[in-house]
């Protein structure tokens, strides 16, 4: 009996050496914009509501729906307003600040910045603990605003 065909395409092996550490080095995704949990539940919300407003046919697959429901679970803002305010706060910081940086202090909420410097080391010697918390205290009281 011979072999199945190939049912699915090669894929290149991944360039370079990726990684998020004390420096970062993202390769192709280096200047990348990303999204916090929260912009991408926003984003993906309103993708597939215009879709079923324009009557397309839409199939809610598996994959979406896993989406959606870590996106739901993890995303720390639900409120528009907020999640403006945290991107605005973010963003006033984008001179010194990675995206990457940015999208991950936006979504992991850290309560310290050691925390923060423990789960985003390329924050370490970019700002001092005391700045870094500031950030950190914004976001949080953001968080407790009809988030």
């Not at 409120?79 to 910081?93: K, M, P, S």
């Not at 600040?97 to 202090?105: D, Y």
């Not at 970019?126 to 205290?137: A, F, G, P, R, V």
Request: charged share 30%.
């Amino acid at each position: 009996m011979a072999a199945p065909g190939q049912t699915a395409r090669s894929r290149d092996p991944p360039q370079g050496d990726e990684e998020a550490s004390t420096e970062l080095k993202l390769g192709e995704f280096q200047d990348v914009i990303t999204l916090t949990h929260s912009e991408a539940y926003t984003v993906i919300n309103a993708m597939m509501q215009k879709r079923r407003e324009g009557r397309k046919a839409l199939n809610d697959t598996d994959i979406y729906q896993k989406t959606m429901d870590y996106l739901d679970h993890f995303a720390r803002f639900k409120n528009q307003e907020n999640i403006e305010a945290v991107e605005r706060l973010l963003d006033t910081h984008k001179s010194w600040m990675a995206k990457f940086e940015r999208a991950q202090l936006g979504s992991l909420c850290c309560d310290s910045a050691e925390e923060a410097k423990t789960l985003i080391p390329s924050l370490t010697d970019k700002i001092s603990d005391e700045d870094l918390q500031e950030i950190l205290d914004e976001i949080t009281k953001l968080m407790g605003y009809g988030s």
